[in-house]
C-alpha cells in the first residue's frame, strides 16, 4: 500500500511537470509541422533565468510570492525572446524546405542555446531551493510530500483547462484549428497564417520554459541538464500523439506513471521501459495513441 | 556487379583521396592532427550510410543505434572471447550491426518521413537505456579496448590507420556499386513516386530493406574501428541521441552528391571541433550549431557543392 502510494505520488509529480513540457512541444507540432529539438534550450533557459532570480530575490519570508512571479516572468520573457527571435529570423525562412532540415536547424539552435547558458550563467550548477523550502512537506496518507511538488500537479492542470478553454472555446482556437487543418485554406479566408505561426511558437516557448522554471527550485540546475528532458518530450509526444493535447496528457501519465513504478521497483529499467513504450506505441499506433484525425485532401 | 569499377572516375579520386590522406597522416602531420584523419576517416563510413538512405528521403536520427552496437560489440568479444584481432573486430562490427538492421529493417521498412525518424531514434534510445545501466558492461562509464592486433602482432597506430584506410576503400568500391546497380538506382525513384516504382515491378520495401542493412553495416563498421582507435567505449559518446544527431548534422554538411562527400565531411567536422574546444572550450558547441545553420541556409548542397563548382575533371555534357 506504501508503496503504490509514493509511486502513484511520485508517477504524478513528474507526470505534471513532463505534461508542461511537451503540451509546448505537441502545439508547436500541431501547428506548424515542426518538430523542435530547441525546444530543451527553451526549458534549460526558463530553469536557469528562474534559478538567478529566486537567488537573487533571497531567502527573504517578504519574498515568497516574489518567487513565483518570478518563475512566470522567467517563462514569459525566455520564451518572448527566443521564440521571437526563433521564429522570425530562422524557422520562417524554411517553411518550404524538407521537413527534416527543419529538424537539424532546431538541433543547431539547441547547441547554440545550451552554450549560450555557459556565458551568461556561468558552469556551476545553482540550486535555488527557498520556495520549495519555504512550503513545507505534508503527510498524505502515511507519506511525507513536498507542498511545492504537489502545486506543481496544480500549475498542470489549470495549464491544461487554459489550453483546453482556449481551443474549443475562443475565436482564436478555432482560428488555429483551422490552420491546422489546412494552411493554404486559412490563408485564402483570410486568416494572418504569418502571425499565428509567430505566436504559436512563442507560447510553445513559454511552455518549455514554464516546465523547466518550475522545476528548478526542486533540483540542481546545471549545464546539460535539457539533454535528457528534450528525448523524453519526445516520447511522450510520440507516444499521445504528434500535435495532440489530451495526447500529451495521457503520453505524460503513462511515462510518469511507469518510470516511477521502474525507479522504485527495477531501477535498471528505469531508461529503457519508456523508450521501449515509445518503440511498441509506434510499431502498433504509429500516429500515436490519440492522434487528431487527418483530413483527407484531393 | 563489379565490373569495370576501377575505371569509374569517381572510385578512382575516391581511392587516391583515401592514399592521400593515409600518407600525409602518418608520414607528414603531427599526431594530433592525424588523429582527426583518422577519427574522420572511420566516422565517414557512418555518415556513408546515412547518405545512402537519405538519397530515399529517409532520415534515421538513431542510426548511433548501430554506431553503438558496432563499438559494443568490439568490446564484448573482447572481453569475454579475448578477441583483439583488428580484422575480427571489425567484422564482428558488420555482422552485429547487420543483424539488428536486418531484423529491426522488417519493421522500419515500413515507415517514411519523421516517423522512421522517429522510430528509429526509439529504438537507439532503448539500446541507450540498456547500456547506461547495465552494470556488467560498465554502465556509463563504458568499457576499454585494449590495442589493436594482427595475426597475433600489436599493428600499432599507425597500422590501425592503414587498416581504417583499407576498410574505407572497400566501402566506397560497394558502395559505388551498389548505388549504380539496378538495386540503387532505385533509390532515387523509390524518393519521386513509389507507387510508380510498384507498378514497374520491383518491391518498394525490400529495397529499402536492403538498404537499410546496408546503411546499418557501415555505421557498425564505423563504430567497431572508432571503438579500436579511441580506446574506449561508453554510452554517451556512443549511443545517445545526440551522436546520431552531430551523424546526420555531418550528413547535411558534407552533402549527397559524391560517394567521397561523408568522408570529406567527417574530417571536416572533427577539425571542427578540435579547433572550437581548443580555442573557445565554453562555446565549441555554439560554433558547431552556428556552421549548421549557415550550411543549411548558404549552401545546401553542402560541401561537396563547392568541389563540384571547382572541379577540374568535370565531363562537358554533350
Known amino acids: 500500500m506504501q508503496f503504490l502510494t509514493t509511486v502513484l505520488f511520485d508517477g504524478l509529480i513528474y507526470a505534471s511537470y513532463l505534461f508542461i513540457v511537451s503540451l509546448g512541444l505537441t502545439i508547436t507540432f500541431g501547428v506548424m509541422k515542426i518538430l523542435n529539438v530547441a525546444h530543451g534550450g527553451f526549458f534549460a533557459w526558463g530553469a536557469y533565468l528562474a534559478s538567478i532570480s529566486i537567488i537573487y530575490l533571497g531567502d527573504n519570508e517578504y519574498n515568497s510570492y516574489f518567487y513565483y512571479f518570478a518563475i512566470f516572468f522567467s517563462a514569459i520573457i525566455v520564451g518572448l525572446f527566443f521564440g521571437y527571435i526563433i521564429e522570425r529570423f530562422i524557422l520562417r525562412k524554411m517553411y518550404n524546405e524538407d521537413i527534416h532540415l527543419i529538424v537539424l536547424a532546431t538541433f543547431g539552435l539547441f547547441w547554440i542555446l545550451e552554450d549560450l547558458i555557459l556565458h551568461v550563467f556561468g558552469v556551476d550548477p545553482l540550486m535555488p531551493y527557498y520556495p520549495a523550502m519555504e512550503l513545507g512537506g505534508i503527510e498524505i496518507a502515511g507519506i511525507f510530500q513536498g507542498v511545492y511538488s504537489l502545486t506543481l500537479a496544480a500549475l498542470a492542470i489549470i495549464v491544461a483547462f487554459i489550453c483546453w478553454y482556449f481551443l474549443k472555446k475562443t475565436k482564436w482556437g478555432k482560428l488555429l484549428q483551422s490552420v491546422i487543418f489546412d494552411r493554404e485554406v486559412s490563408v485564402s479566408m483570410g486568416i494572418n497564417v504569418t502571425n499565428v505561426y509567430l505566436i504559436t511558437f512563442i507560447i510553445g516557448g513559454m511552455l518549455g520554459a514554464l516546465g523547466g522554471a518550475y522545476i528548478a527550485p526542486t533540483i540542481s540546475v546545471s549545464p546539460g541538464f535539457a539533454i535528457d528532458v528534450v528525448v523524453m518530450s519526445f516520447a511522450v509526444v510520440v507516444i499521445g500523439g504528434m500535435g495532440s493535447v489530451p495526447g500529451a496528457l495521457i503520453g505524460s501519465l503513462i511515462v510518469g506513471l511507469v518510470r516511477a513504478f521502474a525507479v522504485h521497483q527495477a531501477p535498471i529499467l528505469e531508461l529503457f521501459i519508456i523508450y521501449a513504450i515509445m518503440a511498441i506505441v509506434l510499431i502498433l499506433k504509429p500516429e500515436g495513441l490519440f492522434a487528431p484525425p487527418k483530413p483527407r485532401k484531393i | ?318
Open chain 2, 1 to 318: 556487379m563489379f565490373k569495370g569499377v576501377f575505371k569509374e572516375q569517381a572510385v578512382q579520386v575516391g581511392i587516391g583521396f583515401v592514399f592521400v590522406i593515409v600518407l600525409l597522416g602518418t608520414f607528414v602531420l603531427p599526431e594530433w592532427m592525424s588523429n582527426n584523419f583518422m577519427y574522420g576517416l572511420s566516422r565517414g563510413l557512418a555518415v556513408l550510410g546515412l547518405m545512402i538512405l537519405w538519397r530515399t528521403n529517409l532520415v534515421s536520427f538513431g542510426h548511433a543505434l548501430y554506431y553503438g552496437v558496432g563499438a559494443y560489440s568490439v568490446a564484448i568479444a573482447q572481453k569475454y572471447l579475448g578477441v583483439t584481432d583488428i580484422f575480427l573486430r571489425v567484422v564482428i562490427a558488420i555482422i552485429a550491426a547487420g543483424l539488428l538492421g536486418y531484423v529491426l529493417g522488417f519493421i522500419l521498412r515500413k515507415y517514411r518521413e519523421i516517423f522512421f525518424a522517429m522510430l528509429s531514434l526509439a529504438f537507439s534510445m532503448v539500446l541507450y537505456g540498456l547500456l547506461a545501466k547495465a552494470e556488467f558492461l560498465g554502465s556509463t562509464d563504458g568499457m576499454s579496448i585494449s590495442p589493436s592486433t594482427l595475426f597475433g602482432l600489436e599493428i600499432g597506430r599507425f597500422g590501425l590507420f592503414y587498416f581504417i584506410g583499407l576498410i574505407v576503400i572497400i566501402s566506397l568500391i560497394f558502395a559505388h556499386c551498389y548505388l549504380r546497380s539496378s538495386l540503387g538506382h532505385l533509390t532515387t525513384a523509390i524518393s519521386d513516386n513509389e507507387i510508380r516504382v510498384e507498378y514497374l515491378g520491383y518491391s518498394v520495401q525490400k529495397a529499402i530493406h536492403i538498404k537499410y542493412i546496408i546503411s546499418a553495416c557501415l555505421a557498425g563498421g564505423a563504430g567497431g574501428l572508432m571503438a579500436a582507435s579511441l580506446g574506449q567505449v561508453d554510452p554517451d559518446s556512443m549511443v545517445l541521441w545526440s551522436v546520431s544527431g552531430e551523424l546526420v548534422f555531418v550528413t547535411i554538411m558534407a552533402g549527397l552528391g559524391n560517394i567521397l562527400a561523408p568522408f570529406i565531411g567527417a574530417i571536416f567536422f572533427e577539425f571542427i571541433r578540435t579547433y572550437a574546444y581548443e580555442f573557445a572550450p565554453q562555446a565549441w558547441q555554439m560554433i558547431i550549431g552556428g556552421t549548421l545553420l549557415a550550411i543549411i541556409f548558404f549552401l545546401p548542397g553542402g560541401l561537396w557543392s563547392l568541389f563540384e563548382k571547382i572541379n577540374p575533371f568535370k565531363k562537358e555534357k554533350k
